[in-house]
């Protein structure tokens, strides 16, 4: 049973450019979380989606973020017009419908330059 | 405000030595209280998930106990290997399913 996955696992960026970040949950899993690891701090949550719909969004900055969950293919996270204080890593996990614990794939590492 | 705080932020063990990491919560309702472990340039990968107070759960050398405040994680006879950070997290019931994690313990296990 394959992990999460998210790719690509590493994105350099130049300022003002948009990143776009994947991620295919664990098979049966229908529920998918963003969180992002800035350097020397901890994870913070940033979304929660199920398929086709926005659960929780109260962790996303308010500008150039924004995230989805088709009916068919990967979550999609989103920055607009990239900042420097946008490089991180960002994490995406997933879970099944009915239970609680998280699974998290490898992370993508963004450079903004 | 729901708030997890790990301590030490770091230690160093020698093979063989156990120890306990500690995780101390505020939270208006707890869900569930979660254990990971991450490796550098890695994702946290799940140890245990905790629900109430009493609660405890054992995986290889590693266990883990619940009171209302706090959680522990016991290391028994750590080897290298077990060389890690290890994260905290806590969901809070009616914060839809979102963790708040604690800043972690480096975890440094010397031959």
């Known amino acids: 049973n394959a992990g999460v996955m998210q790719n690509p696992r590493h994105l350099v960026r130049r300022r003002g450019q948009e990143a776009r970040l994947r991620c295919s949950p664990m098979k049966g899993h229908s529920h998918v979380y963003w969180y992002r690891q800035l350097p020397e701090e901890g994870l913070k949550f940033m979304v929660y989606l199920q398929k086709e719909n926005i659960i929780d969004e109260s962790g996303m900055p308010k500008e150039r973020f924004s995230a989805e969950f088709p009916k068919e293919g990967p979550s999609i996270l989103r920055i607009q017009q990239v900042v420097r204080g946008d490089s991180a890593a960002y994490f995406c996990?997933?879970?099944?419908?009915?239970?609680?614990?998280?699974?998290f794939g490898p992370g993508t590492r963004l450079t903004v330059t | 405000e729901d708030q997890v705080t790990q301590s030490p932020e770091a230690l160093r063990l020698q093979e063989g030595e156990s120890s306990s990491l500690n995780c101390s919560y505020t939270v208006s309702g707890l869900r569930g209280l979660f254990w990971y472990r991450q490796d550098p340039g890695k994702g946290p990968e799940f140890l245990f998930t905790?629900?109430?107070a009493g609660e405890e759960k054992e995986k290889e050398r590693l266990k883990a106990t619940l009171t209302k405040k706090e959680s522990f994680l016991h290391i028994t006879a750590p080897k290298p290997e077990d060389s890690a950070t290890y994260l905290c997290?806590?969901?809070?019931?009616?914060?839809?399913?979102?963790?708040?994690f604690g800043a972690g313990t480096r975890l440094a296990v010397h031959p």
């Open positions: 997290a806590v969901q809070a019931t009616g914060g839809y399913n979102k963790l708040i």
């Open positions: 905790l629900y109430s």
């Open positions: 996990a997933s879970s099944p419908p009915v239970r609680f614990e998280q699974y």
